[in-house]
């Protein structure tokens, strides 16, 4: 066990559905990141929030949005969801914002889009 | 971000101590390199990170060269749980945190 919890581990949901992924951060960790992994493309970064502030922006798609809760726990909602954004999403925290000390994983939400 | 070259894929047999040598000629002077390993359908796991020099832990060792230009992974006797995906990475830790992952290495190692 990590320290970093995601929610669900499974979804299954259908094209043009919106969908919630939900990240707790390791105990202390104030920054949480987001990633997206796919077959051929590889571990995308998406977001990264900072005590509940937008620090960083990757290759996240405007149907895509993250917010950071004050008790640091994270969500990433999904919308007009298509067969593309199947993939492994993962999410990461660390103890600053600026990653100085290793990200830790949580072992992921996979999703499926049919 | 300094790209990064590495291996896309290498195979070892249980008990031999590997090396994964990970290019990047643009390194920057404030860049530091850090490498995870990810197992099939799992997030990325931190493994060790260095400026210089030579860093070893209880996992895995980093040997770093004068120019920094590459960096090497040194596994010593693995074995079979340690195939999996080995990124090596390279940033200025004030570049907002977010890390960049490339293609990685995937080692297999057999019996």
């Known amino acids: 066990d990590s320290g970093v919890t995601q929610t669900p581990k499974h979804l299954i949901t259908a094209t043009g559905q919106r969908v919630t992924l939900r990240c707790s951060p390791r105990?202390?960790?104030?920054?949480v990141y987001w990633y997206q992994q796919s077959l051929d493309q590889g571990l995308q970064f998406l977001i990264q929030y900072y005590n509940g502030e937008e620090r960083a922006k990757g290759n996240i798609l405007e149907r895509f949005s993250a917010q950071q809760f004050p008790d640091l726990h994270s969500e990433l909602n999904l919308s007009s969801l298509e067969l593309g954004d199947s993939a492994l999403y993962f999410c990461a925290s660390s103890v600053g914002q600026l990653g100085s000390y290793g990200y830790t994983f949580g072992s992921g939400t996979r999703l499926t889009v049919v | 971000l300094a790209k990064t070259t590495q291996p896309i894929s290498m195979d070892s047999y249980e008990g031999q101590e590997v090396n994964i040598t990970c290019s990047h000629n643009n390194i920057a002077t404030n860049d530091y390199i850090t490498w995870y390993q990810q197992f099939p359908s799992q997030g990325p796991r931190f493994i060790i990170q260095g400026y210089k020099t030579k860093v070893t832990n209880e996992v895995a060792s980093l040997f770093i060269p004068a120019d920094r230009k590459s960096s090497t992974l040194s596994l010593p006797r693995v074995s079979l749980s340690d195939t999996a995906v080995y990124y090596c990475l390279v940033g200025d830790n004030n570049q907002g945190g977010k890390l960049i992952f490339g293609q990685g290495t995937e080692l297999s190692v057999k019996p």
């Open positions: 105990s202390g960790d104030l920054s």
